[in-house]
């Protein structure tokens, strides 16, 4: 990589009374000697400043359906055109897009495009939205924010796929700029985040807090269910309460399959009725839009008037096989306002996925 892209400015620091630069991005606030990079790996100290290193790199850009994020409240049926870059601020070690978040090669890299590119490239596949995603898109920040910006100028909007482990200035400067997101929210015990995936769970509950009360950014919520490790009927049933008590009965929950990966090879998947099992206690906390994923069920897949009762979205995994929404998102049968982002008719994109090559 260039000079130049190996040191794009960030304003996100400080330099405490030991002369070590402390990233301000989020709660690790890695503080750094000369040359050192922070655990996400994209942010150093470089000339007694935190840089960022791979603005306008990234491990690849991709066209998917917007369910795939998973969103199922936002432009149905519509286009995404995805990236991310390399690393991530926390260590789960059950971390599925690993290869990626974990990476510390340059190689990781190999595609590029300034913000313009990748906003006109987006609109010129007909993709509704641009998704930072494979990794947490708080750590390239600068990058986000940027092609945020150049793709509001096209009409093309912004979904950011997050564990929202962010600081308070940082996260109201990134999510000023995103339309959507889908929040991973990975346990609901400090314990989990802490052996688990090296955090705190307090923040994310507070980033959720701030994004459902104090923005208009369209949020989802993902948790992956980890047999044995936060599956329990006592943790979903408070970690849903919560939503439905702290957020809104409105926002979707995705209660996806965990496969063995990374560093946790050594537990099963997750079985389709503990994934069922989680939506039921869902809805029995008033949930309205509970989900599963990364498993076949048609039932799990589909979206339920809230009103009626009636099926007014039926998914097959990212195919939708029926809409019954108005063009603002209202139920056909009774009228009841669906929550979400509903502008015109469902896409129909499918379940296609078509990378895309922008160097």
Same mark, same amino acid.
């Not at 999510?175 to 346990?187: E, H």
């Given at each position: 990589?260039?000079?130049?892209?190996?040191?794009?400015?960030?304003?996100?620091?400080?330099?405490?009374? +030991?002369?070590?630069? %402390?990233?301000? &991005?989020?709660?690790? $606030?890695?503080?750094?000697? #000369? =040359?050192? *990079?922070?655990?996400? @790996?994209?942010?150093?100290?470089?000339?007694?400043?935190?840089?960022?290193?791979?603005?306008?790199?990234?491990?690849?850009?991709?066209?998917?359906?917007?369910?795939?994020?998973?969103?199922?409240?936002?432009?149905?049926?519509?286009?995404?055109?995805?990236?991310?870059?390399?690393?991530?601020?926390?260590?789960?070690?059950?971390?599925?897009?690993?290869?990626?978040?974990?990476?510390?090669?340059?190689?990781?890299?190999?595609?590029?495009?300034?913000?313009?590119?990748?906003?006109?490239?987006?609109?010129?596949?007909?993709?509704?939205?641009?998704?930072?995603?494979?990794?947490?898109?708080?750590?390239?920040?600068?990058?986000?924010?940027?092609?945020?910006?150049?793709? +509001?100028?096209?009409? %093309?909007?912004? &979904?950011?796929?997050? $564990?929202?482990?962010?600081? #308070? =200035?940082? *996260?109201?400067?990134? @999510?000023?700029?995103?339309?959507?997101?889908?929040?991973?929210?990975?346990?609901?015990?400090?314990?989990?985040?802490?052996?688990?995936?090296?955090?705190?769970?307090?923040?994310?509950?507070?980033?959720?807090?701030?994004?459902?009360?104090?923005?208009?950014?369209?949020?989802?919520?993902?948790?992956?269910?980890?047999?044995?490790?936060?599956?329990?009927?006592?943790?979903?049933?408070?970690?849903?309460?919560?939503?439905?008590?702290?957020?809104?009965?409105?926002?979707?929950?995705?209660?996806?399959?965990?496969?063995?990966?990374?560093?946790?090879?050594?537990?099963?998947?997750?079985?389709?009725?503990?994934?069922?099992?989680?939506?039921?206690?869902?809805?029995?906390?008033?949930?309205?839009?509970?989900?599963?994923?990364?498993?076949?069920?048609?039932?799990?897949?589909?979206?339920?008037?809230?009103?009626?009762?009636?099926?007014?979205?039926?998914?097959?995994?990212?195919?939708?096989?029926?809409?019954?929404?108005?063009?603002?998102?209202?139920?056909?049968?009774?009228?009841?306002?669906?929550?979400?982002?509903?502008?015109?008719?469902?896409?129909?994109?499918?379940?296609?996925?078509?990378?895309?090559?922008?160097?």
């Amino acid at each position: 990589m260039s000079a130049v892209l190996e040191a794009h400015p960030t304003a996100w620091w400080h330099t405490d009374e +030991r002369g070590k630069v %402390v990233c301000d &991005v989020c709660p690790r $606030a890695c503080a750094l000697n #000369e =040359g050192q *990079r922070g655990l996400c @790996f994209v942010r150093a100290r470089h000339d007694d400043a935190i840089v960022l290193t791979t603005y306008g790199r990234s491990s690849g850009f991709c066209i998917d359906p917007i369910e795939k994020k998973p969103l199922n409240h936002f432009l149905p049926g519509s286009a995404v055109l995805g990236f991310g870059t390399a690393g991530c601020n926390l260590a789960c070690k059950f971390c599925q897009n690993w290869s990626i978040s974990k990476s510390r090669e340059v190689d990781t890299l190999a595609d590029q495009a300034s913000p313009e590119q990748l906003a006109r490239a987006a609109a010129e596949h007909g993709c509704r939205s641009v998704a930072y995603t494979y990794n947490d898109p708080v750590i390239f920040l600068e990058y986000a924010v940027d092609v945020a910006e150049a793709c +509001r100028a096209v009409d %093309v909007k912004s &979904v950011a796929v997050t $564990a929202g482990y962010v600081s #308070e =200035g940082p *996260r109201e400067q990134f @999510f000023s700029r995103m339309d959507a997101a889908n929040v991973d929210l990975k346990a609901f015990t400090e314990r989990f985040y802490k052996k688990i995936c090296g955090g705190e769970l307090a923040p994310v509950l507070d980033t959720l807090r701030y994004l459902v009360h104090d923005t208009d950014v369209h949020v989802e919520i993902t948790t992956l269910v980890i047999p044995g490790e936060n599956d329990s009927d006592a943790e979903l049933d408070e970690l849903t309460g919560w939503i439905a008590s702290e957020l809104s009965v409105d926002v979707p929950i995705h209660f996806s399959a965990f496969h063995p990966d990374w560093k946790m090879t050594g537990i099963g998947r997750t079985p389709k009725s503990t994934l069922t099992r989680a939506r039921a206690i869902a809805r029995r906390n008033g949930l309205r839009y509970a989900y599963t994923g990364n498993v076949h069920d048609r039932a799990g897949d589909t979206t339920v008037c809230p009103g009626c009762d009636r099926d007014v979205i039926v998914r097959d995994w990212y195919q939708l096989l029926a809409y019954q929404l108005n063009e603002g998102g209202d139920c056909l049968h009774c009228g009841t306002s669906i929550a979400g982002v509903f502008d015109g008719p469902a896409g129909d994109w499918g379940s296609r996925r078509q990378r895309v090559r922008l160097s």
